[in-house]
Each structure stands twice: as C-alpha cells, then as structure tokens.
C-alpha cells in the first residue's frame, strides 16, 4: 500500500510564503516522479512543479516559475514546496502525486496525497 501525506498549508498574507511537504510510505521508491498540484473549487487540477527521481529534470508551471522551488529527498521520501511571494491566486487545494513516468499531466499520476489548504489573502 502505498500512502502520500502532506502537510503545510495554511493562510498567509500576499508576499509571504509557504512550504508544503510530502511524505511517501509504503512501496513508493525514489523511481518515481514527484509533483504537486492544485486545484480550485470548479476548476480542474493544474500542474504546478514536478521533479524527476534524480532531480535532474525539474519543471514548473510559468505563472509560479521564479517564485516556487520543488525538491525531493530520496533518503526520507520528501517531496516539498517552496512557495515564495505568494499571490491570491495561488489560493487552491494543492495534492502531491507520485508517477512511475514522467508527465505534468495530473491524470498520468498513480498514486495521489489527500489535498491540503493553501489560502493567500489580498
């Protein structure tokens, strides 16, 4: 069985930052691509930052390039997210998933952590 929890949302003001984790057990190896979404209320879940298993390849979604920073430690199996200069509209429902492969497509990953809150206010 394989489980994703993630932690460290919250509120914060526009301009602060934020950094959420994600903790991988069960059978999950570091052969998997890690990535973070988020999604809003009638909205589909957007790709944000992804990272391959060796953190050779690295991608973000250009409205948070430049402000958000994914990196992953295969020792714990960590995956987090840096997230700086935060905008209102970053405020969303954000997921960590775990893809055998390589995508920023959220319906190639296989295994999904429960979402957690991110709200930024004006």
């Known amino acids: 069985q394989v489980q994703l929890v993630a932690s460290g949302g919250g509120l914060v003001q526009a301009g602060g930052s934020l950094r959420l984790s994600c903790v991988a057990s069960g059978r999950l190896s570091s052969g998997y691509t890690m990535g973070w979404f988020r999604q809003s209320p009638g909205q589909e879940r957007e790709f944000v930052a992804s990272?391959?298993?060796?953190?050779?390849?690295?991608d973000y979604a250009d409205n948070v390039k430049g402000r958000f920073t994914i990196s992953r430690d295969n020792d714990k199996n960590t995956v987090s997210l840096q997230m700086n200069s935060l905008k209102p509209e970053d405020t969303g429902v954000y997921y960590c998933g775990a893809n055998f492969g390589w995508s920023i497509k959220a319906d190639d990953y296989d295994y999904w952590g429960q979402g957690i809150q991110v709200t930024v206010s004006s």
């Open positions: 990272i391959s298993r060796t953190a050779v390849v690295i």
